[in-house]
Structures are given as structure tokens and as C-alpha cells.
């Protein structure tokens, strides 16, 4: 066990299936055209990029013509919340969202809120996580044109109440959006039972490869794109398509989906099993994570210890987790999301996120138990705080 890597840090990327890859070769070097061009190997390659589109629009339960590709979930986001906040302003430039949201759209609020004179507030969240429904309530205005709240937490997995917030948004004439990245395999992604008007996936985060992702955007919204070049994407998203990655999204976003009784069945056995570990041997823990969450995801604080301590520890183990989400890995600043449930900084810094796949195995989960407790015992050990 300690030759190969446990990795448990799903919720930053995942390993691209085998059958994605295999599908996606083919558009390498065989069906390579330009699905511009006006030639059969253009028009194979625009096929292709036709066909994922509705593979896709099926799991949403949409019109194909309502799925545009982007580059990542951030790009997705960035369309949504600044296409729409740009094109819409003269109804309103004021905008809601959560203290717990991604920084992909935590950072495009505020640089509108800074750049371009949009306001924006927003929600509180509950020691579980979850979105304050009356305080959001709270802060819608005459002039809010657009809410943006994440479908499930990356760092948490705390589910949201997206058809409830979907609900409201359209009785008040609010566009709404979600970052349902974390959700993709995980949960239903019907966007008319969510009610929502934009939605944004990314492909690694359910074993497509990186550098793809997800817009879904409801006919009649009209997001100003954010750059400008040839008529891909409906004039929404500029750029020769990436036919394999393309096909390669919706490939795994298939696969999820038709699989998804089996391995939320496997994922969740060993998150309990993890869970069940976790608390009999160790002591002075805090879990962030709540009952309603994602059936992969488990976050604990241990106290008196620094995430990272924990982090560099286990790896030496060639055990892979993270302190939260992999876009902040850099930064010493605590979780903002353990800290808007209302934890300490000391909790917050103390927080590891262990994020599970269909790939992971039992004895993987025993393995990392074993290892856990004793990199614990070991730190608190020479640590000058007591728990």
C-alpha cells in the first residue's frame, strides 16, 4: 500500500476514465478538422461536437441549444455572472451572492463590484454550511438583477437549496445562477426541477480531462461574452472547438449518470467507513462537514494543529487530501468557508478535506485511518497547544 498513492483529493481534480480517454483518441488523429471547415473531416468533427451537446442536454433535461462549451467551470462562471451583470445593468447593478461560494465567483463579484460600479451582497450561511433562505430574502432590492449560489460547497460538500433560492429568484424576476461544479455525479443536475437559468460544470471534476467545461444558459438570457473572436459557441465563446475534449465531457458526464447508483453506493460505504475511523481513533476533532452533503466529500478540523502539518505529513505516506480548495492552496489565510460557518481561526486552519472517487478502495480507507492516527498523535505531540 504505501508504493502507490491513496488519492483522496477528488474534489481538486480526478482521474480521467479510461473509456473518456478511449473515446476522446480518435478526434486526436482520425477526426482531427476543424468542425468550422466545409469538408467531411469538418463536418465529422462538427458531428461530434453535436452529438456531446445533446448527450448532455439529455442529463440537464434542456435543449441542446442552451449547452455551450467553455474552457473550465471558472470560465463558466465568469460568462454568467459577468455576461449577465454587463448586459442587464440598466435593470439593476446590484447583485447577491454567498460567503461561501468559489473564488470563481466570490472574484468576479467583487472586481465588478470594484471595476465597474455593481453592488453586491452577501448570504450568511449556518454553522452546517447552509444558506440563510431569510436573510437572503433579506437582501433582495428593486434593482437585483442576478443571485449566484453554489450548488455544493468544495470544501464541505454541503448541499444547497437551489430549487428553493430557484423559486424565489424567478417570482422576483432575478436571473439566477449556480456553480454546480461539485454537484456533477454527485446529484441531480435537472436544471427545470432546480430552477435555474445558468448553470456551470467543469470535466475534471468527474473524470474528464482539465481544460473543459460546462455553461448551461436558458434561451432568452444573453450574457455579453467575455472576449471576442470568430462565431463559436453561438457568438457566446470565441475559440476553435477542442472537439476531444468536448466529446470527452460528455463522455464522463454519461458515464456518471448511468453509473451513478453503484458508486454513490461504493463512495458513500467508504465515507461512512472513513468517518467511522476517523472519530474512534482520534481525538479533538470538529467535523465541518453536514448530514445534507455530497455523498464523496468529508472535512474535519483537528485541533491544535495546523491543516497543513496534517497535509505534508500524510503525503509523506503518499496519502493525498488538501486543507480546502485547490485554487487557495497558497494562501496562509484561513478557510473563508470554515470561517463563514462561524469556526474559530484556530478550527479553520486546523481543516482537512477528504474527497473520495469511484477509484478509491476499502483497503485505501484502512490504510489512511492508520496513517492518519498516527500522524495526529505525532504532531500533538511537539505542538505547544493542548487539546
Known amino acids: 500500500m504505501e508504493k502507490r498513492i491513496v488519492y483522496l ?38 458531428n461530434a461536437v453535436e452529438d456531446a451537446r445533446k448527450k448532455i442536454s439529455k442529463i440537464l433535461n434542456c435543449s441542446d441549444q442552451e449547452i455551450f462549451f467553455t474552457g473550465s467551470g471558472t470560465e463558466s462562471d465568469n460568462i454568467a455572472i459577468k455576461g449577465v451583470a454587463r448586459r442587464y445593468q440598466k435593470k439593476g447593478k446590484h447583485i447577491i451572492t454567498s460567503s461561501i461560494e468559489h473564488h470563481a465567483v466570490l472574484n468576479s463579484v467583487e472586481y465588478l463590484g470594484k471595476k465597474e460600479g455593481f453592488e453586491y451582497s452577501l448570504v450568511k450561511v449556518d454553522s452546517d454550511g447552509i444558506v440563510d433562505i431569510d436573510h437572503l430574502k433579506s437582501l433582495i432590492r428593486p434593482d437585483t438583477i442576478l ?54 460544470l467543469s470535466g475534471h471534476k468527474f473524470h474528464a480531462p482539465k481544460g473543459v467545461g460546462i455553461l448551461y444558459k436558458r434561451t ?44 454513490k453506493k461504493h463512495i458513500y460505504k467508504l465515507k461512512m467507513m472513513l468517518k467511522e475511523g476517523i472519530e474512534k481513533n482520534i481525538d479533538g476533532l470538529v467535523l465541518n462537514t453536514p448530514k445534507n452533503s455530497v455523498f464523496n466529500t468529508l472535512n474535519y478540523s483537528f485541533k491544535g494543529i495546523e491543516g497543513e502539518s496534517i497535509l505534508f505529513s500524510l503525503n509523506d505516506f503518499k496519502i493525498s487530501v488538501s486543507t480546502g480548495s485547490a485554487c487557495t492552496s497558497g494562501s496562509l489565510e484561513p478557510s473563508h468557508v ?20 469511484k477509484y478509491n478502495t476499502e483497503e485505501e480507507i484502512k490504510y489512511t485511518i492508520e496513517k492518519l492516527k498516527e500522524v495526529v498523535e505525532r504532531i500533538r505531540k511537539i505542538s505547544p497547544y493542548k487539546v
Not at 222 to 242: Q, V
Not at 338 to 357: P, Q, T, V
Open 9 to 46: 483529493d477528488n474534489n481538486a481534480t480526478t482521474r480521467v476514465d479510461d473509456r473518456v480517454v478511449k473515446k476522446m483518441e480518435i478526434y486526436f488523429t482520425k477526426f482531427y478538422g476543424n468542425p468550422s471547415s466545409l469538408y467531411d473531416l469538418g463536418f465529422e468533427a462538427k
Open 147 to 200: 443571485i449566484s449560489i453554489m450548488y455544493a460547497n468544495n470544501e464541505t460538500g454541503a448541499i444547497q437549496p437551489i430549487e428553493e433560492i430557484g423559486k424565489i429568484a424567478r417570482e422576483k424576476g432575478i436571473y439566477f445562477h449556480t456553480d454546480a461544479v461539485q454537484a456533477a455525479g454527485k446529484l441531480s443536475l435537472d436544471v427545470k426541477k432546480l430552477n435555474v437559468d445558468m448553470l456551470s
Open 220 to 263: 432568452g438570457i444573453n450574457p455579453i461574452p467575455l472576449f471576442h473572436g470568430g462565431h463559436h459557441e453561438k457568438n457566446l465563446r470565441p475559440s476553435t472547438e477542442n472537439v476531444p475534449y468536448m466529446v470527452g465531457i460528455a463522455e464522463a458526464l454519461e458515464i456518471a449518470y448511468d453509473e451513478f447508483e453503484e458508486h
Open 338 to 357: 470554515i470561517m463563514a460557518m462561524g469556526r474559530e481561526d484556530s478550527i479553520s486552519h486546523g481543516s482537512i478535506r477528504f474527497s473520495l472517487s
